[in-house]
């Protein structure tokens, strides 16, 4: 099937899964906190911020920095939110508690460029788990590894032979650079763990360009065995740009997901950059129910006929809320709310750039 055949399918079968369902989730505002550029956090800088995950038990949460090495070490850092009032976030402080640096297979923090981590997620084993998206130009390859409190390599959940890079008849295959793994979540029974890419394989189909979806396969491990359960396909959509805007760097991505239930319902968060025009965050709720399981198909493109994609329908244009919006790429819910509902918090990832803002945003939600 050729490309254009398989962009229109997409577009065809999400238009069709949409219309079928209704979203339950509901967002409020809280407030917003900026962490100041380059703020250090036990000597290394604090920013990157590319993911979020909430320990219940100790009431505190974890992000992982998209930092490669190069500002410091690769490495996540644990966080308390201080709310005088509950339900508000417009008096709150973040409170830094600990830092904690990756380390490698034999011990030591990755080496430059070794790692490229994206997203993090809370096991019942307790091991914290990070998704990389490696680097197909250098031969890095991408992964899902699970590490202890202190950093430590405990496993390395098995990759599909799909999303290695290779060249087979003449065509690449393989994650995309820097467009690999991105969101991570664990369900909230701890049974499974979604790993989403932020675009498609190269053997899948194209990137998110303003003329076509991209089709991101999202991984479900099963936690107790480690073992892959299903691969679902999500539809991100074409980017949008708005009239008048140049030529210059565009991207749209599946940044994060997270885990609503224990039954396939997700939140999806969608960022969307135009050079000249800024991000738009979109977020999704979705649902993998009646996706077709593409475990084991290597290519999409090979399928005889359309495989149904993960469900989803819009439930928030952030730059509704008047908030200020930046690259959004990270998401956890938090505790429960005295007034009701549970706290969604988000993060932006400033790409260690002065231009860009780290900014935590919190909301209340209800599904």
């Not at 998206?133 to 599909?160: C, K, M, T, W």
């Not at 099963?222 to 299903?230: A, E, L, N, T």
């Not at 009239?243 to 239930?261: E, I, R």
């Not at 135009?274 to 290597?298: C, E, F, P």
Request: net charge negative; proline share 6%.
């Amino acid at each position: 099937m050729h490309c254009r055949s398989v962009c229109l399918v997409i577009l065809i079968i999400t238009a069709w899964i949409n219309a079928q369902a209704q979203p339950t989730a509901r967002l409020e505002p809280l407030g917003q906190v900026v962490i100041p550029h380059n703020q250090l956090v036990d000597g290394s800088p604090a920013g990157g911020l590319s993911g979020l995950a909430y320990d219940k038990a100790a009431n505190k949460f974890y992000a992982i920095s998209d930092d490669r090495s190069e500002y410091a070490p690769a490495r996540f850092y644990s966080f308390r939110l201080d709310m005088p009032e509950q339900d508000s976030l417009k008096t709150v402080e973040i409170r830094w508690i600990d830092k904690t640096v990756l380390q490698d297979s034999a011990g030591r923090p990755y080496k430059k460029f070794r790692i490229d981590p994206e997203g993090i997620a809370l096991g019942p084993d307790s091991l914290i788990y990070i998704s990389s998206e490696g680097d197909p130009r250098i031969e890095v390859a991408p992964f899902v590894n699970g590490y202890d409190h202190s950093g430590r390599l405990v496993q390395e959940l098995p990759i599909p032979e799909a999303y290695w890079s290779a060249e087979r008849s003449g065509q690449k295959w393989g994650v995309r650079t820097n467009l690999g793994f991105e969101g991570l979540s664990i369900s909230p029974d701890g049974n499974k763990l979604y790993a989403g890419l932020e675009n498609a394989l190269l053997q899948d189909g194209p990137k998110a360009d303003s003329g076509h979806a991209s089709p991101a396969r999202i991984i479900v491990y099963d936690m107790p065995s480690g073992k892959i359960r299903h691969e679902f396909w999500y539809s991100v959509n074409p980017v949008v740009k708005l009239p008048m805007t140049g030529k210059g760097f565009a991207v749209n991505g599946l940044s994060d997901v997270l885990a609503l239930d224990n039954d396939g319902q997700l939140l999806a968060l969608e960022r969307n950059f135009v050079q000249g025009q800024g991000n738009r965050i979109l977020l999704y709720q979705a649902s993998t129910k009646g996706a077709a399981d593409v475990k084991n198909v290597n290519s999409l493109k090979q399928l005889s006929q359309p495989q149904q994609p993960v469900a989803k329908w819009l439930i928030a244009d952030l730059a509704d809320y008047g908030i200020t919006i930046d690259n959004f790429e990270g998401m956890a819910l938090g505790p429960k709310l005295e007034s009701g509902g549970r706290l969604l918090l988000m993060v932006s990832d400033d790409n260690f750039s002065s231009s860009q803002k780290t900014i935590f945003t919190a909301f209340r939600i209800n599904y």
